[in-house]
C-alpha cells in the first residue's frame, strides 16, 4: 500500500508542472484574448514573456541547476505564483524588473541615436 502511495504522488508531480507551466495559462490565455478587458491579457502576455526568459535561463544554467536537487519543485513553486490570479505575479514582475530594463535599454539605445547624430565638436 506505502509503495502505490508513492508511485500515485511521483505520478501526480510529473503531471503538476506541465499543468500548472502550461495547460492552465494556455487556457487562461485563451480566455484573456476573448474576454473584453486587457487587464488578464496583460498578466498572461507578461507570464508568457517570464516563462520564455525563465525557461531560457535554466537552458544556460542547467548544468549549475543539475545540482540542486529541489530545483524543479522551486520552479514550479515559482511558476504557480505567477500564475494563480490571487497573486497576479507575472504582472509584477513584468512590471518591476522587465519594463524597467527595458526602458532602461531603450533610453541608452535613444541617447546612443541622438549623440551619433549630434556632429562632433573639435577644438
Same mark, same amino acid.
Given at each position: 500500500?506505502?509503495?502505490?502511495?508513492?508511485?500515485?504522488?511521483?505520478?501526480? *508531480?510529473?503531471?503538476?508542472?506541465?499543468?500548472?507551466?502550461?495547460?492552465?495559462?494556455?487556457?487562461?490565455?485563451?480566455?484573456?484574448?476573448?474576454?473584453?478587458?486587457?487587464?488578464?491579457?496583460?498578466?498572461?502576455?507578461?507570464?508568457?514573456?517570464?516563462?520564455?526568459?525563465?525557461?531560457l535561463t535554466e537552458?544556460?544554467?542547467?548544468?549549475?541547476?543539475?545540482?540542486?536537487?529541489?530545483?524543479?519543485?522551486?520552479?514550479?513553486?515559482?511558476?504557480?505564483?505567477?500564475?494563480?490570479?490571487?497573486?497576479?505575479?507575472?504582472?509584477?514582475?513584468?512590471?518591476?524588473?522587465?519594463?524597467?530594463?527595458?526602458?532602461?535599454? %531603450? *533610453?541608452? %539605445?535613444?541617447?546612443?541615436?541622438?549623440?551619433?547624430?549630434?556632429? *562632433?565638436?573639435? *577644438?
Open positions: 500500500m506505502g509503495q502505490q502511495f508513492w508511485d500515485v504522488l511521483a505520478h501526480l *508531480n510529473t503531471l503538476a508542472g506541465p499543468t500548472i507551466m502550461l495547460i492552465y495559462p494556455l487556457y487562461a490565455s485563451v480566455c484573456a484574448l476573448e474576454s473584453k478587458t486587457k487587464v488578464d491579457d496583460e498578466q498572461w502576455l507578461a507570464y508568457w514573456i517570464i516563462y520564455s526568459l525563465l525557461t537552458m544556460v544554467a542547467e548544468p549549475i541547476l543539475y545540482w540542486i536537487p529541489i530545483w524543479y519543485q522551486l520552479k514550479v513553486a515559482f511558476v504557480a505564483w505567477l500564475v494563480l490570479p490571487q497573486f497576479h505575479g507575472a504582472a509584477f514582475i513584468y512590471e518591476k524588473y522587465v519594463r524597467a530594463q527595458l526602458k532602461r535599454y %531603450q *533610453n541608452a %539605445q535613444k541617447e546612443s541615436a541622438e549623440g551619433a547624430m549630434s556632429p *562632433n565638436k573639435k *577644438n
